[in-house]
């Protein structure tokens, strides 16, 4: 039995609709039966529980053999992954994959980047044999952008000329997907890129092609960028790690890209042009 924590998230969705559709004996453990609901599939048995309750997590751990491990990002994300790892430990789980982030370190800036390692931490001391998947940034992080998209055609971000190697976030859960069901023990750390090196203009450009409009891109301040996030009601920590994101990016032409996720499944992984397609009906205006 697998155990998904994280499944209504955005790599977790598509991580339980993939083993339920190789037929895996799987189930997720989602706080509410409302998000419950989200992810209601056959093939996929569904239990409520909340990391922050440890008694609760019982039913959703008995005959787990490995698990996967996501939270979403959060001042208090560490606590919760610890209690869904000393649960899994009582358990007798043998194999955990955690999510983490490309760029995980303790010191680091980003508030994101300090839980991820963290938590990963936690999991080597475990004793339980784990693979951490290190992502990139993800398309999915697009949508953020949605709205002004929408409404204004435009891309709006203090990137100047900067790239990054986005990766989709099917790809991420598909990695995810096939070391739940076929353990890689030898591999302990695996970074997950995108194939291609964008900078905010490209992006502009190729949803431009989806949309079959012209999407424009405009580089702000992060001063401004920090004002539009906060009008959004985004908390400052997210604001602060973004724009360290950008900081990070806004100078480098020529960002890390490998094959992990095609050595990995066998696929070639998505493109951006790819991910503007499925998902242009987010950036259209209803």
Known sequence: MILV???????????VRLLASWGTPLRALVRTAERAKKIASAGI?????????PESLEPAFEGVARLFLLTPSHPRQVDLEANAIAKAKQAGVKYIVKLSTLGAKEDSPISMSRW?????RLVEKSEIAYSLL??????QNILTFAPSIRKQA????PMETGRMSL?????????????LTKPRLDEKILRITGS?????QDLADKLSDALGKIIRYEDISEEAFR???RQAGHEDWLIDDQIEIFRRFRDLQSPLVNDTGERITGRKPKTFADFARDYASSFKQN
Do not use: N, P
Request: aromatic residues 6%.
């Open 5 to 15: 924590i994280g499944a209504t998230g955005t790599v977790g969705r598509e991580l």
């Open 45 to 53: 048995e569904v239990v409520i529980g909340d990391l922050s309750l």
């Open 116 to 120: 991820h390692r963290q938590a990963e």
């Open 134 to 139: 290190r992502s990139q940034h993800f398309m």
């Open 154 to 157: 435009m891309l709006r971000a």
């Open 167 to 179: 990766v989709d976030a099917r790809d991420v859960a598909a990695v995810a997907a096939t070391l």
């Open 196 to 200: 291609e090196r964008l900078s905010f």
């Open 227 to 229: 004002a539009e996030w």
